[in-house]
């Protein structure tokens, strides 16, 4: 029912900056929260940062606090993951997912996912 197409991933250095996007093909009513986790060889998938609230509110896991913003466009149906300060233990794959509602960070509250996108740095 919808489609989440993922861009930005690369490679980077300790330090350096990346911009993610996420372009949905339809809202619905499980589109309300969109959000970003990350999944690195051999580790949990972990929830990284979240936009709910009509894009009002957000919510950004501890590790990444300070470095990395969520934000999205309505218009564009576009949601961005705007990654600073990048460092070593930050590479993983990238995914973006979409929910009914809510700041969850927890994959079970998910609906839709992403093909995910890879991001690497190196120190």
């Known amino acids: 029912q919808v489609q989440l197409v993922e861009s930005g991933g690369g490679s980077v250095q300790a330090g350096g900056s990346l911009r993610l996007s996420c372009a949905a093909s339809?809202?619905?009513?499980?589109?309300?929260?969109m959000a970003w986790f990350r999944q690195a060889p051999g580790k949990e998938r972990e929830g990284v940062a979240v936009v709910y609230n009509g894009g009002i509110s957000t919510n950004y896991a501890d590790s990444v606090k300070g470095r990395f913003t969520i934000s999205e466009d309505n218009a564009k149906k576009t949601v961005y993951l705007q990654m600073n300060s990048l460092k070593p233990e930050d590479a993983a794959m990238y995914y973006c997912a979409a929910g009914p509602a809510g700041g969850s960070l927890y994959a079970v509250d998910y609906i839709y996912w992403g093909q995910g996108t890879q991001v690497t740095v190196s120190s």
């Open positions: 339809r809202y619905t009513a499980n589109t309300n929260s």
